[in-house]
């Protein structure tokens, strides 16, 4: 099971780190994946890291703002937004997927992800 958490209000320009934990389940063998959401749109792609940590990926709308990491130990993948804008608000959702032997592997399509945590809403004000 994943657990999304880190959301919240923000005025533009500012900060938040979402974390995605997870429980019943080791997620060292795991890429991960950071999706969006808001209403009215199609779900898109954020951002992914290998279950290494070697690899990563970012969306071009957020890239240079969000960085992913993850800390295996911790079982906890992360998502660091700097420099928030209005349209950054969405609710947020964490993914993972099998890395199939692969300790670079990522992905960006939802559809390769088979679990999903539920969302975290971040609103960013203007």
């Known amino acids: 099971q994943l657990q999304a958490s880190g959301g919240g209000l923000v005025q533009a320009g500012g900060s938040l780190r979402l974390s995605c934990a997870a429980s019943g389940r080791t997620l060292s063998n795991y890429g991960m994946g950071w999706f969006r959401q808001s209403p009215g749109k199609e779900r898109e792609f954020v951002a992914a890291?290998?279950?290494?940590?070697?690899?990563?990926d970012t969306a071009d709308s957020v890239k240079g703002r969000f960085t992913i990491s993850r800390d295996n130990a911790k079982n906890t993948v992360y998502l660091q937004m700097i420099s928030l804008k209005p349209e950054d608000t969405a609710a947020y959702y964490c993914?993972?997927?099998?890395?199939?032997?692969?300790?670079?592997?990522?992905?960006?399509?939802?559809?390769?992800?088979?679990?999903w945590g539920q969302g975290t809403q971040v609103t960013v004000s203007s």
């Open positions: 890291i290998s279950w290494s940590g070697g690899n990563t």
């Open positions: 993914a993972a997927a099998s890395s199939r032997g692969s300790s670079y592997i990522i992905f960006r399509r939802s559809d390769n992800y088979p679990y």
